[in-house]
C-alpha cells in the first residue's frame, strides 16, 4: 500500500527510515513530476500495480459494467449495474496529489457513456492507460572505461 501520493510512491527507498536511504529518495524527487506526455514504462514492478489498485488520487478503475450519468469540470456520477451502486467522485481539473504536488485531469469518460468491468473512468497525469507514468523510456548504454562502469 502507498503511504505518498501515487507520483510518489513508486520512488525507491521513500519509506526508508535509513538516513542515507532517505536522502536517495529525496535526490530522486524531481524524477516523480508528472507530465503530459509521459510514456508507460517498459519494466513494471509489482509496485505499479499496486499504485494502480489501491490509488484513490489519481485512477478510478470500473467495479463492474455501469453507465455515467453526469460528468461536468468537477463531479463524475457513475453507476455499477450489476452491483446497484451509484459513485459520486470528485474529479477537477488539477488535484493535490501530495504536499505541492499536483496532477493534471488526463482522460474522464463522457457523460452519457456505457463501460465494462477494468475499463478506466477517469485518470490524471500520473497514469497513462491505467498503468503509473512519470517519465520517458530512453535508450542507454553501459561501458567498461577503465575498470569502472559508465
Known amino acids: 500500500m502507498a503511504i505518498t501520493s501515487a507520483n510518489l510512491s513508486t520512488l525507491p527507498f521513500i519509506g ?3 538516513s542515507t536511504r532517505t536522502q536517495m529518495a529525496a535526490k530522486q524527487m ?8 509521459c510514456e508507460i514504462p517498459y519494466v513494471i514492478s509489482e509496485e505499479y500495480r499496486n499504485v494502480t489498485n489501491t490509488s484513490d488520487l489519481g485512477i478510478l478503475i ?3 459494467n455501469g453507465h455515467v450519468y453526469f460528468n461536468n469540470s468537477d463531479i463524475i456520477i457513475i453507476y455499477y449495474k450489476n452491483l446497484k451502486d451509484i459513485v459520486v467522485r470528485n474529479i477537477p481539473i488539477y488535484k493535490n496529489t501530495s504536499g505541492l504536488f499536483s496532477s493534471k485531469l488526463r482522460f474522464s469518460l463522457p457523460q452519457g457513456s456505457n463501460f465494462k468491468k477494468g475499463d478506466v473512468i477517469f485518470s490524471y497525469d500520473n497514469f497513462c492507460n491505467g498503468v503509473p507514468s512519470f517519465g520517458y523510456n530512453v535508450m542507454t548504454g ?3 572505461f577503465f575498470g569502472l562502469k559508465y
Request: net charge negative.
Open 62 to 64: 470500473a467495479k463492474d
Open 30 to 37: 524531481s524524477q516523480v513530476l508528472t507530465h503530459p506526455n
Open 142 to 144: 553501459y561501458f567498461n
Open 16 to 18: 526508508s527510515c535509513d
